[in-house]
């Protein structure tokens, strides 16, 4: 079995130990959401585990090597990057404020945690954006 999409297994095998994991722990339940979550996981690995060992189509081939789609892509995957760069720094706020407000420490520590998270990831932005203007 060849395997063409390395991340839909990698997504399909962890969706498979994420079905494993809701499976035992809603043994013990008596509702029927538990189990129809599990259900859904289970399904949803399948689906992924066979689109990565069905082979792509020669038209799929030929859209992924076109230069107009890679630049779409792009430039998707940067505006993304710009949205949850400003979603970052808002949830940032929004959890010190809220742990300031309410004199809970944790709440802070929460914000501050997903302000290294950004500052992060604008450090490797700009290392990389250098990296290709020295090209």
Known sequence: MKVYNKNDLIGGINRIWMSVIWIA???????????????????????????????PSAGEQIAALDERNQMIDLKSKSRTYDIMNVLDVVLMMIFIV??????????????????????VTSLAQSITYSYYNEI
């Open 25 to 55: 722990l809603a043994v013990g339940e008596k509702g029927k959401t538990q189990w129809i979550c599990a259900g859904l996981l289970v399904v949803s690995s399948i689906v992924l585990i066979m689109r990565a060992v069905k082979k």
């Open 98 to 119: 809220l742990g300031k407000y309410w004199d809970i420490s944790a709440i802070s520590f929460v914000g501050i945690g997903i302000g290294i998270v950004g500052v």
